[in-house]
């Protein structure tokens, strides 16, 4: 099965880079995939690896390394709507199907 | 193109009874997955549905269940509710079955008294 542990919390003042890490337990997986989400709202994808590497998305990039079993999801420039959770996901290929598993999540609070 | 909708957003049910809530995924997209959420919990995986067929169950007892329609519209059913299942229910939907990108709905907030 899955474990994906990450931070609970993590804070940063506006314009730092902060770095949100996924660690993980697992025999086998299918990429690495974040999502954001709001205080009451849903979550949103934010980006996939499916290869080892960095993935960049504007603000937002992504690592993985499966040797290492390990991920992060990096965030530049913050800004103060950048305060969410943040969920790594991963899909589980050791049951005989693939269902999406989530970390526990991190809370990002950015202060001005 | 429109969202993934949920019905209702908020549903105030008692200890025994049961409760359906609704997804519409968006135009296209024929998989469906259910997700409950709660503080302490997480995020936990539910069922997946691709053409009307599931393909996914996680570990929850049988009083869930659920199914999707021809039109990919699915259902969620808890049957003789506890107050542990007091949680906000996600629907998401994706392109295909497997989909690593997922399209989460505003979710159902469910409290059981």
């Known amino acids: 099965g899955q474990s994906l542990e990450q931070p609970s919390e993590v804070t940063a003042v506006e314009g730092a880079i902060v770095q949100i890490n996924c660690t993980y337990q697992?025999?086998?997986?299918?990429?690495l995939s974040w999502y954001q989400q709001h205080d009451g709202g849903a979550p949103t994808f934010l980006s996939y690896?499916?290869?080892?590497g960095l993935e960049e998305t504007g603000r937002f990039s992504s690592f993985l390394s499966r040797s290492d079993s390990y991920g992060y999801l990096l965030l530049q420039e913050l800004q103060m709507k950048d305060s969410a959770s943040y969920f790594c996901?991963?899909?589980?290929?050791?049951?005989?199907?693939?269902?999406?598993?989530f970390g526990t999540g991190t809370r990002l609070l950015v202060s001005p | 193109k429109a969202g993934v909708t949920q019905t209702p957003r908020y549903l105030i049910k008692t200890r025994g009874q049961q409760v359906t809530l609704s997804c519409s995924p968006i135009?296209?997209?024929?998989?469906v997955s259910w997700y409950q959420q709660t503080p302490g919990q997480g995020l936990q995986f539910l069922f997946e549905?691709?053409?009307?067929?599931?393909?996914n169950k996680g570990n929850f007892p049988g009083r869930f269940s659920g199914r999707q329609f021809s039109n990919s519209r699915s259902e969620m059913n808890v049957s003789t509710l506890e107050l542990g299942d007091s949680a906000l229910y996600l629907c998401?939907?994706?392109?295909?079955?497997?989909?690593?990108?997922?399209?989460f709905g505003p979710g159902t907030r469910l409290t059981v008294t």
């Open positions: 697992t025999s086998g997986f299918y990429g």
């Open positions: 135009s296209g997209h024929r998989s």
């Open positions: 549905y691709f053409s009307e067929t599931q393909r």
């Open positions: 996901a991963v899909r589980d290929r050791n049951t005989g199907f693939q269902k999406l598993v």
């Open positions: 690896n499916g290869l080892d």
């Open positions: 998401a939907s994706s392109l295909e079955a497997d989909g690593y990108e997922q399209y």
